[in-house]
C-alpha cells in the first residue's frame, strides 16, 4: 500500500509537510494545497514558497492546481517545472462556496461537457504526469460514472477519489460502495481518500478493498502524526515502532511552531495557524476540553505555550483514538 498526506488548505504547508517527514516519515507522497493561477502570475508568493525546492524536505511532493481554465493551467505547469515538478494534480473536490460558484474544484463536476473540454486540453498541451482529485459529483453520487466516462479518455497518471459529493462536503460515511464499483470501471490506478481516520478505519477499508494500492489520509494524520507509523507496523504485525508518544508529539508541536514564528515573524499568527491543527490534535488527548479551552483563548506565544504545557502535562494521549470526532463539517 502507498500512503499520501492529503493536503489540508492553512495546515499542511511545507513547514508542516517537513516536520511530519522528520518526526514521522511514512508518507510516501505529500500533495500541495491548492495553487490558484491567476492572469497576472502562475504563482504568488506564498504558493511560490511552498513549492520551492530548497523550503522542501520530503521526498515526493506533487502541486496542486485548482482552476477550469487550461491557459492559467499550462501557465502553472510551466513555472512549477522550472522548479523541476514533472507531476501535477488537478484539484476536482473542493467544495467552498467562492471555488464552487466560479465552475472550480467539485464546482466543475456539475458541468460533464465543459470538464471534458478542459481535460482534452490540458492532456493535450501539457508533457506532465496529470492527476485528479475528484468528489462523485455535485448533488447525487451516481454522477461518478458518467465522470468516470469522461476521466477514462484521458491518460491520467491516477484519479485520487474522495467519494462523497459536493453537498455532502465532509458529512456522514462516504460513499464506499460506489468507490468500489468506480475501481473496477477506472483504467487508471485510483487512489482512495475519506474518513480513514484510525488504524481500525483502515484495516476494516482493506478488508473491504483489498485490491487498493494507495491511500490518501488527511484528518486522521493531523490528529494523530503518527498515523501512517501505525498503519505500517499493523500490517506488519507490531514489529515496528508503533504508538505516538507525548515527547515525540511535543518535540513536533515545537517544530511546527517555531516554524511558523519565523516564517511569520509574528507570533499571534503562528498561534492562529496552530490553532486550526489544535482542531484536529485534541482527538489525540483523553478528556482535553478544560486544557482546549485555554489553547482556544490564547493570544500571545506566552498564553500559548503555557495551554500546551497544560495539556501535555494533564492529559493522557488516547492510544487508539477518541471515541467520537467532532471535525468540523465545512
Ligand atoms: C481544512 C481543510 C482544507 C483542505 N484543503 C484541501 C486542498 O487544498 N486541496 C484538496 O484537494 N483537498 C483539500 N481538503 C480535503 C482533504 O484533502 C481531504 O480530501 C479530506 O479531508 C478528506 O480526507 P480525510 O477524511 O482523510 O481527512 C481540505 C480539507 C480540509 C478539512
Known amino acids: 500500500m502507498r500512503f499520501y498526506l492529503a493536503p489540508l488548505e492553512g495546515i499542511t504547508g511545507y513547514i508542516y509537510r517537513n516536520a511530519l517527514e522528520k518526526y514521522f516519515?511514512?508518507?510516501d507522497r505529500y500533495m500541495t494545497p491548492f495553487i490558484v493561477p491567476d492572469r497576472n502570475r502562475a504563482l504568488r508568493t506564498k504558493e511560490l514558497r511552498d513549492i520551492l525546492p530548497e523550503n522542501n524536505r520530503v521526498r515526493d511532493l506533487v502541486p496542486q492546481i485548482l482552476t477550469?481554465?487550461?491557459?492559467?493551467?499550462?501557465e502553472a505547469v510551466q513555472a512549477l517545472g522550472e522548479y523541476g515538478y514533472e507531476e501535477v494534480n488537478l484539484n476536482l473536490g473542493c467544495p467552498s462556496g467562492t471555488v464552487v460558484s466560479r465552475r472550480r474544484g467539485a464546482g466543475l463536476l456539475g458541468f460533464p461537457e465543459e470538464l471534458d473540454h478542459f481535460l482534452d486540453r490540458i492532456f493535450s498541451e501539457n508533457q506532465v504526469r496529470i492527476s485528479v482529485k475528484t468528489r462523485l459529483g455535485m448533488e447525487k453520487p451516481e454522477e461518478a460514472f458518467r465522470l468516470m466516462e469522461i476521466y477514462n479518455q484521458y491518460p491520467l497518471s491516477e484519479l485520487i477519489i474522495h467519494p462523497r459529493t459536493r453537498q455532502e462536503y465532509y458529512r456522514?460515511?462516504?460513499?464506499?460502495?460506489?468507490?468500489?464499483?468506480?475501481?473496477?470501471?477506472a483504467k487508471m490506478p485510483v487512489c482512495y481518500n475519506g474518513n480513514l481516520l484510525t488504524v481500525r478505519d483502515y484495516t476494516s477499508f482493506c478488508a473491504h478493498f483489498p485490491e487498493t494500492e494507495a491511500v490518501m489520509l488527511g484528518r486522521g494524520v493531523?490528529?494523530?502524526?503518527?498515523?501512517?507509523?501505525?498503519?505500517?507496523?499493523?500490517?506488519?504485525?507490531?514489529?515496528?515502532?508503533?504508538?505516538l508518544t507525548k515527547e515525540e508529539l511535543r518535540a513536533f508541536h515545537d517544530e511546527v511552531f517555531f516554524g511558523y514564528r519565523e516564517v511569520f515573524g509574528n507570533d499571534s499568527n503562528a498561534v492562529f495557524r496552530m490553532k486550526e491543527m489544535w482542531t484536529y490534535l485534541l482527538h489525540s488527548f483523553a478528556d482535553p476540553?478544560?486544557?482546549?479551552?485555554?489553547?482556544?483563548?490564547?493570544?500571545?506565544?506566552?498564553?500559548?505555550?503555557?495551554?500546551?504545557?497544560?495539556?501535555?502535562?494533564a492529559c493522557e494521549l488516547q492510544p487508539d483514538g477518541p471515541e467520537f470526532w467532532n471535525l468540523p463539517q465545512k
Open 172 to 185: 456522514g460515511a462516504p460513499h464506499f460502495e460506489i468507490f468500489g464499483e468506480l475501481q473496477k470501471l
Open 68 to 74: 477550469n481554465d487550461a491557459d492559467r493551467f499550462h
Open 289 to 313: 476540553e478544560r486544557q482546549a479551552k485555554k489553547i482556544r483563548k490564547a493570544r500571545t506565544k506566552e498564553e500559548y505555550l503555557l495551554a500546551v504545557e497544560g495539556i501535555f502535562a
Open 222 to 243: 493531523i490528529a494523530n502524526p503518527a498515523l501512517f507509523r501505525e498503519l505500517s507496523n499493523d500490517a506488519s504485525g507490531g514489529q515496528l515502532p508503533g504508538k
Open 25 to 27: 516519515p511514512g508518507a
